[in-house]
């Protein structure tokens, strides 16, 4: 069975010879177009020679069309190789995803890093190698925010992971439509442009362009002053060609009725106009230009989209907020859009200040950008939270192809469980070792000892990545694994923070404190706790972790809490106890430390600190002396 490396390979390798061809293609274009030179520079001796205007005339004409023609073509050619190239990338980055090689991946999501968000710092979801460096397929501002809400978001219920999934399912194994719908997010320049100022445009209204008197006064006056002011220059250019050249130009009679201070007159009153609530039509356009190369991403995107059928309800739902009421779809909507931008950026140039004072042009195309706002703007914003979706979507769905024997999760009602066949770190890959867990009623807490270097904070990081990708709707790196729907709260990277003279124990005491409110407030609650009031004394840590322990059994929550102190590990045997020991163990082979990274039942019976501090090279014996 072909692997899925040896799949992107072959992709990777179909695309590389696309590229050659493309490559070659311009490359003979490039010739053509050097020879459409060289023939219209002979086409030029020659007729000088044979004094052949005729053929003068036809050979330039001829040879320009051809040489525009190819140049068109040379375009188009470029463009496709574009795509090509950005496919050929795609591939090779899905290797790298295989291969471990991810982490040299730019984006790392670090703009979402939050230190006091529940879990997502301690388990880390965002930054340098991350959850969302290794997965993340969404190239637009608005598809890696719905992968940040997804990740960090409490599902609302067990079918809103059941309804991802399906979509998950569907979406993977059409690995053409992800990676293109990748590449159309990713090619266009600005793509990761923030939405948010375009989206509350979207909502305003100028009433004073839209009125239809004010439409149709704009749009006679207008043509009255270019009709007259064509006059005026075919009058200009009459007797100036007659002054220099004694060359008449055909001017109509009723020309002629038309005084020379008429164009100009109304020149004048449109440019009076043309200031008249310029400042707020004037920001509109520039809004517009601003998002330009946004708005023909979003338009080829859902081009693309809805060129393509769907089986899951949940993206057939997606899809359905493409099309309005009347049946028009948000791609051609958006290319009138498109369209209307384009030509708003074209006021850059010196013919629009020309032009601008005769036509009006920046009142008509405030007109055209407020109409289309008026019948769309209110879809806007519903149309790329769809294109964001299925980004997320994407993103999750390249997991499941990737890793064809990775397992659903199944989402359970009732009192909290965690049930896991050999669990293991997504983000690990070689260095990776599974576990089986089994952890539901009547046990609550999982007590974890173990020697230093051991995996207790690895393990603890596995559950809590694998619960995120549940959540998400994503597949989890394991046999099987069930689960029910909780509140995950972590406190485990714990560090001072001078800005706000908090030390690292009393920053772990805010942290817990959150911990126990959520679970004072009722909230079924999934809580790792990694080395639980490491910044005391040994004494106050055992009380502290023993009373905070047993507060939380008491709440009917479930939970992982990590430790050195062997001592906490005597609370099993307590009457009606909830509580399970499990640790990590080391063993030695020639005076050398080895680890098996296998959970195993009771409490640890190693400790390894001396032994570390000796192969450091501290001298111990000669301390003890």
Same mark, same amino acid.
């Given at each position: 069975m072909i692997s899925q490396k040896e799949k992107y390979e072959k992709r990777k390798y179909r695309y590389f010879l696309l590229l050659k061809r493309q490559q070659k293609?311009?490359?003979?274009? $490039?010739?053509?177009?050097?020879?459409?030179?060289?023939?219209?520079?002979?086409?030029?001796?020659i007729s000088y020679?044979?004094?052949?205007?005729?053929?003068?005339?036809?050979?330039?004409?001829?040879?320009?069309?051809?040489?525009?023609?190819?140049?068109?073509?040379?375009?188009?050619?470029?463009?496709?190789?574009?795509y090509i190239n950005a496919l050929y990338d795609v591939n090779?980055?899905?290797?790298?995803?295989?291969?471990?090689?991810?982490? $040299?991946?730019?984006?790392?999501?670090?703009?979402?890093?939050?230190?006091?968000?529940?879990?997502?710092?301690?388990?880390?979801v965002f930054g340098k190698g991350s959850l969302f460096q290794w997965m993340n397929a969404s190239h637009t501002y608005i598809g890696r925010q719905k992968l940040k809400e997804i990740l960090t978001e409490k599902p609302r219920n067990e079918q809103n992971i059941y309804s991802r999934q399906s979509a998950v399912k569907e979406l993977a194994p059409k690995i053409n439509f992800r990676q293109r719908l990748e590449v159309e997010g990713e090619i266009i320049s600005n793509n990761k442009q923030n939405p948010d100022e375009l989206f509350l445009w979207m909502k305003e209204r100028s009433d004073f362009v839209i009125k239809k008197e004010v439409i149709w006064g704009l749009r006679i006056l207008s043509i009255i002053t270019t009709i007259t002011t064509l006059t005026l220059i075919l009058k200009i250019m009459d007797f100036l060609l007659t002054f220099l050249l004694d060359i008449h130009i055909f001017v109509p009679k009723i020309f002629n009725l038309v005084p020379?201070?008429?164009?100009?007159f109304l020149i004048f009153i449109q440019c009076i106009i043309l200031i008249i609530k310029r400042d707020d039509r004037r920001k509109n356009l520039i809004i517009a230009e601003k998002y330009k190369n946004s708005i023909v991403t979003y338009k080829n995107m859902i081009k693309y989209i809805e060129g393509h059928?769907?089986?899951?309800?949940?993206?057939?739902?997606?899809?359905?907020?493409?099309?309005?009421?009347?049946?028009?779809?948000?791609?051609?909507?958006?290319?009138?859009?498109?369209k209307i931008c384009e030509l708003i950026a074209n006021r850059r140039n010196i013919l629009y200040s020309i032009l601008n004072p005769i036509l009006m042009i920046e009142y008509h195309l405030a007109i055209s950008l407020e109409l289309w706002r008026i019948k769309s703007g209110d879809n806007f914003q519903k149309w790329l939270d769809t294109i964001g979706e299925l980004e997320a979507l994407s993103s999750i769905a390249g997991i499941k192809y990737d890793n064809p024997y990775w397992s659903m999760p199944q989402i359970t009602n009732g009192s909290s469980k965690i049930l896991a066949k050999n669990i293991g770190h997504p983000l690990l890959w070689?260095?990776?070792?599974?576990?089986?867990?089994?952890?539901?009623d009547p046990y609550q807490v999982i007590l974890i000892t173990g020697s230093n270097m051991s995996g207790k904070s690895t393990f603890m990081r596995t559950i809590g990545i694998n619960i995120v990708l549940a959540y998400a709707g994503a597949p989890v790196c394991a046999d099987e694994f069930s689960?029910?729907?909780?509140?995950?709260?972590?406190?485990?990277k714990?560090?001072?923070?001078?800005?706000?003279?908090?030390?690292?124990?009393?920053?772990?005491?805010?942290?817990?404190?959150?911990?126990?409110?959520?679970?004072?407030?009722?909230?079924?609650?999934?809580?790792?706790?990694?080395?639980?009031?490491?910044?005391?004394?040994?004494?106050?840590?055992?009380?502290?972790?023993?009373?905070?322990?047993?507060?939380?059994?008491?709440?009917?929550?479930?939970?992982?809490?990590?430790?050195?102190?062997?001592?906490?590990?005597?609370?099993?045997?307590?009457?009606? $106890?909830?509580?399970k020991n499990y640790h990590f163990s080391e063993y030695y082979t020639d005076n050398e430390i080895h680890f098996d990274y296998k959970l195993k039942i009771g409490i640890s019976p190693t400790r390894n600190a001396i032994y570390l501090m000796k192969l450091a090279g501290i001298d111990i014996e000669s301390e003890k002396k």
């Open positions: 293609n311009l490359n003979n274009i $490039s010739i053509l177009r050097f020879c459409m030179f060289l023939l219209g520079f002979a086409i030029l001796i020679i044979k004094n052949n205007c005729y053929l003068f005339y036809f050979g330039i004409l001829i040879t320009v069309l051809l040489f525009c023609y190819l140049g068109a073509l040379y375009q188009v050619i470029k463009n496709k190789k574009l090779d980055t899905s290797i790298k995803r295989l291969t471990g090689e991810w982490k $040299s991946f730019e984006d790392t999501g670090e703009d979402f890093i939050d230190k006091n968000h529940n879990y997502s710092y301690d388990l880390d020379f201070y008429i164009p100009t059928k769907f089986n899951s309800k949940y993206v057939m739902n997606l899809c359905e907020k493409l099309y309005n009421t009347d049946g028009q779809s948000a791609s051609k909507q958006i290319d009138s859009f498109s070689d260095k990776r070792v599974c576990n089986n867990l089994n952890v539901e689960c029910n729907i909780m509140d995950l709260y972590t406190c485990m714990i560090s001072d923070n001078l800005g706000q003279s908090i030390s690292s124990f009393y920053a772990e005491i805010l942290k817990i404190k959150n911990i126990v409110k959520a679970s004072k407030e009722g909230k079924q609650v999934l809580f790792l706790l990694d080395e639980i009031f490491k910044g005391t004394n040994s004494k106050d840590r055992i009380a502290g972790a023993t009373i905070l322990i047993k507060q939380l059994c008491r709440t009917g929550n479930l939970g992982f809490v990590s430790t050195h102190d062997l001592e906490l590990g005597e609370m099993e045997n307590n009457k009606n $106890s909830k509580i």
